[in-house]
């Protein structure tokens, strides 16, 4: 079973602050992608990463796939209230569109 | 706009009375999915259906049914809920691809068996 572990579970910063967390496996992944997911509300995709060693940015977030496909790094520069909510990782798994979620992250940016 | 809708958002019920939470999607999606949500637990696979007529069951499938006659429609059916089927369910849908597309996400139904 290919299991993603996301770090750290709870995050609570001031506004301003910059983070990083993480995803982690011990199995090789195709590809990863990030969601976030408001209270009340279904995961949005962020990003998918899918080279490894690929950086990609959404504005102040910057994703980052391992070298080896196995973890990736969310960083965000200068985390803002909006910022708040459970962030996930996941990836494919099987050969049917299937995708393993990890636990998320769940950061709370303070004003 | 592109969306996957799932009704009712909230639903309180008694144990052992079937109930059908829908899922529709407007993107001519092959691939849905349901998946339930828990604390600590993260979110669990019950069923998929990669397309008509074609599902299979996920990580947790004790206890729900699933049917695929359309394309944009992908109900959730428990013939008899039990308390232990309190969750936050989440049906989602992708044009598919081996898992590399991204899913869209409906909204949400809370469920509370009682």
């Known amino acids: 079973t290919q299991l993603l572990e996301q770090s750290p579970q709870f995050l609570s910063i001031q506004e301003g602050e910059n983070l990083t967390v993480y995803c982690n496996s011990s199995?090789?992944?195709?590809?990863l992608q990030w969601y976030r997911q408001e209270p009340g509300e279904g995961p949005v995709l962020l990003v998918t990463?899918?080279?490894?060693?690929e950086v990609k940015k959404l504005k102040r977030l910057t994703f980052q796939f391992g070298d080896a496909r196995k973890d990736s790094s969310l960083h965000i520069t200068a985390a803002q209230p909006g910022d708040t909510g459970l962030y996930l990782c996941?990836?494919?798994?099987?050969?049917?569109?299937?995708?393993?979620f990890g636990k998320g992250i769940t950061l709370s940016v303070r004003p | 706009e592109a969306q996957v809708t799932q009704n009712p958002r909230y639903l309180i019920t008694v144990t052992g009375k079937k109930l059908t939470v829908t899922c529709s999607q407007n993107?001519?999606?092959?691939?849905m999915s349901w998946y339930r949500q828990d604390p600590g637990l993260g979110l669990r696979q019950i069923y998929y259906?990669?397309?008509?007529?074609?599902?299979d069951k996920g990580d947790v499938p004790e206890g729900y049914k699933v049917s695929r006659k359309e394309k944009r429609n992908f109900p959730l059916i428990l013939e008899s809920p039990s308390p232990n089927q309190t969750s936050l369910y989440f049906c989602?849908?992708?044009?598919?691809?081996?898992?590399?597309?991204?899913?869209?996400f409906g909204s949400g139904t809370r469920l509370t068996v009682v």
């Open positions: 989602a849908s992708t044009r598919g691809g081996g898992g590399r597309r991204g899913y869209t």
């Open positions: 199995s090789v992944f195709s590809s």
């Open positions: 990463v899918v080279t490894g060693g």
């Open positions: 996941a990836g494919p798994t099987g050969a049917n569109s299937k995708l393993t």
């Open positions: 993107m001519n999606h092959e691939y």
């Open positions: 259906s990669m397309n008509v007529e074609v599902t």
